[in-house]
């Protein structure tokens, strides 16, 4: 058990809804990282939030969003959804912005039918 | 070509056997990354290097900076060490946390 929690597990929603994926860190981590892992395209980072504030951006759409809230946890905002959005999203945190070991959730499965 | 690539893609082997999952990138590196991936999805962290060699148990993970290469070895594999082994590098320079993975190397050990 990383200490990372991430809900829900599974979602399955239709093409054009919208979901909130939720992160909470390890106890201390400031930095929470979002991947996104899909069967083409592997594991990608999508964006960073350190302490409240915005780090970091990957390949995140902008149909995506992400914002970390004052007790530091996480949440990821889906929108507008497609096929193509159907993957497992993972959080990761890390103590600071520094190098650190990223310590990950277990995933929440996402699939839109 | 990606900035991280690994090799083997697949690796089949028998109980007991010496495996070697390489990884070779093609950045400037602050830190390496070795991950597990079990067929469940979750992932664990399992070394992270930025020089030299680390030991966990039957696990040794490498690393040549000048080369940009970092090898992962399994002594004595186990059946239990089936699954998805993951490269990822952090880039050099300031606000570079991020990863950027290798592909994955599907390791699956047989009885």
């Known amino acids: 058990d990383s200490g990372v929690t991430q809900t829900p597990k599974h979602l399955i929603t239709a093409t054009g809804q919208r979901v909130t994926l939720r992160c909470s860190p390890r106890?201390?981590?400031?930095?929470v990282y979002w991947y996104q892992q899909s069967l083409d395209q592997g594991l990608q980072f999508l964006i960073q939030?350190?302490?409240?504030?915005?780090?970091a951006k990957g390949n995140i759409l902008e149909r995506f969003s992400a914002q970390q809230f004052p007790d530091l946890h996480s949440e990821l905002n889906l929108s507008s959804l497609e096929l193509g959005d159907s993957a497992l999203y993972f959080c990761?945190?890390?103590?600071?912005?520094?190098?650190?070991?990223?310590?990950f959730g277990p995933g929440t499965r996402l699939t839109v039918l | 070509k990606n900035e991280v690539e690994q090799s083997p893609q697949n690796l089949t082997a028998q109980e007991g056997e010496f495996i070697t999952i390489n990884c070779s990138y093609s950045?400037?590196?602050?830190?390496l990354h070795w991950l597990q991936q079990h067929p469940g999805g979750g992932i664990v962290s399992l070394f992270m290097?930025?020089?030299g060699k680390k030991k966990h148990g039957r696990l040794i993970a490498t690393i040549n900076i000048q080369e940009k290469h970092s090898s992962l070895h399994i002594t004595a594999s186990h059946p239990r060490d089936s699954a998805v082994y993951i490269c990822?590098?952090?880039?050099?320079?300031?606000?570079?946390?991020?990863?950027?993975f290798g592909t994955g190397t599907r390791l699956t050990i047989i009885p």
């Open positions: 290097l930025s020089s």
């Open positions: 990822a590098v952090r880039r050099m320079g300031f606000g570079n946390e991020k990863l950027t």
């Open positions: 106890s201390g981590d400031l930095s």
């Open positions: 939030y350190y302490n409240g504030e915005e780090r």
């Open positions: 990761a945190s890390s103590v600071g912005t520094t190098v650190n070991e990223q310590f």
């Open positions: 950045v400037g590196i602050s830190a």
